[in-house]
């Protein structure tokens, strides 16, 4: 499995295109409408795009699905269930703040939860920076997609609507204690980092 990074919208929220040998791809978040670079990323390479799959519903991970699926309308598009609302909600998504517009989603969509298999990610509730916050294990690459949920040296706020500061505790607990150290971690807002270093600064942080 390859990924290349994209960094997109006002918060330049790293967007994660991951690829097969089959030359499937899956897109991990969609922040802005301008996707000129991943678009022709995805021509060069004749890549063939089967899924938009979302970490949470927060408007600068969303913002960028309807013209993603404006351009390719036979993806597929996954999103935990608990944040279904967050798709139409813009006093939960934080369009305004984030982007300076309400945005809402009314297209077609799947919910996802712990213990579904996608694009071969293990889907992973992480709840605490939202509700319905999810991770994503690809156990044959050894990487994970983690959101906002765990950054390097770092983690998601929880002071936003549906956050929970026990929650997103437990959370960083489950993946540190149930995944490889050597696990490399791609997060939204941060450059790579392994499981196994993040483990030992969150102990240290007192998160767990």
Partial sequence: MKIKAFPLGS???N????????NEASLFDCS???????????????????????????GDHIDGINEI????????????KEEEKFLTDPSLNLSYAIQG??????GDFTPIKEGDSIFGFEVIDTPGHTIGSKC????????MISGD??????????DLPTGNLSQLQRSLKKICDNYPEDTIVYSAHTEPTLLG???????SQGMF
Wanted: proline share 1%; net charge positive.
């Fill in 11 to 13: 918060y330049m929220t």
């Fill in 15 to 22: 967007c994660y295109l991951v690829w097969n040998d089959n």
């Fill in 32 to 58: 802005d409408s301008k996707l000129d670079n991943i678009v022709s990323f995805i021509k060069e390479h004749n890549l063939i795009l089967k899924n938009v799959i979302l970490t949470h519903g927060h």
């Fill in 69 to 80: 699926k404006r351009l390719f309308p036979d993806i597929k598009l996954y999103i935990g």
């Fill in 101 to 106: 517009y309400d945005f809402k989603y009314t």
């Fill in 136 to 143: 994503f294990y690809n156990k044959e690459s050894k990487f």
């Fill in 149 to 158: 949920t765990l950054f390097r040296r770092s983690y998601g706020r929880y």
């Fill in 197 to 203: 270093e993040e483990k030992r600064v969150l102990k």
